[in-house]
């Protein structure tokens, strides 16, 4: 399924299906369709376009601050990959995550949670992995989920499993586009927490006006967390 909406959802696919479609019906007008296709991918390929797409999804809930009465710092993971002599290493997201937490949670003196079990049966947690890079005397494992869904799902037993309050406020550390699914999925849990912020906008200046083909790629990973918000929605794990 995922792969399928790659194939058919992901730029510049979609303008490859729209452009196919004009030629082979032979539609009227060619020259306006075409020219309105290229500013849509002109449009696509700005890195300020790419801050505007991705701001809603920095959201989501209260940004963290230190004089919030946190009760844990909790990490979702975001990969995991295997070298050529099979050994697995956390992903430059998972580290990213992972040593911003721990540093939280060794500052304010707190638990430190990380969620994230195998994707695949033939791999390692991905909690695991990543409790490899940090050193923490109060670490707390999920090795069971597979997706946000599970990790919130099953944060309830973890808490109770080590006694912590459920009902406590705590510090959520993902990616800064994967804020506002995690946030929604945890309110629709109804667990007090906040976002970890990365800041807004990057710095604004005359490259961030010029196509860049990075834009394509941090744009497919924006659209991801749409349809991932929609399906999450559709599915009842978000409440609106």
Known sequence: MKEQLYNFAFFPLPIIWLML?????????????????????????????IQIFEY???????????????????VMTGGIYKDINSKWYPSASTIKRTIIANNIASKINKPLIILGGNINSNEPAESEIASKIINNNILILDNNSKNTYQS?????????????????????????????RTALTFKSQGYKINIY??????????????????????????????YGIIKYVFLGYIKI
Do not use: C, R, W
């Not at 459920?166 to 800064?176: M, Q, V």
């Not at 010029?210 to 990973?221: A, D, G, R, V």
């Open 21 to 49: 479609i004009i030629i082979l019906f032979k539609v009227k007008n060619i020259y306006f369709y075409f020219k309105g296709i290229l500013i849509i991918l002109l449009l696509i390929s700005l890195p300020i376009f």
């Open 197 to 226: 912020n990365y800041g807004s906008f990057k710095n604004i200046n005359l490259l961030s006006f010029i196509p860049n083909s990075q834009s394509f790629i941090l744009f497919n990973k924006a659209l991801y967390e749409y």
């Open 56 to 74: 809603p999804l920095k959201l989501g809930a209260n940004k963290f601050s230190e004089n919030y009465n946190i009760t844990a710092v909790v």
């Open 152 to 180: 919130v799902k099953n944060f309830k037993s973890v808490l109770l499993k080590n006694n912590i309050d459920a009902s406590g406020n705590f510090l959520i550390i993902t990616s800064s586009i994967h804020n506002l």
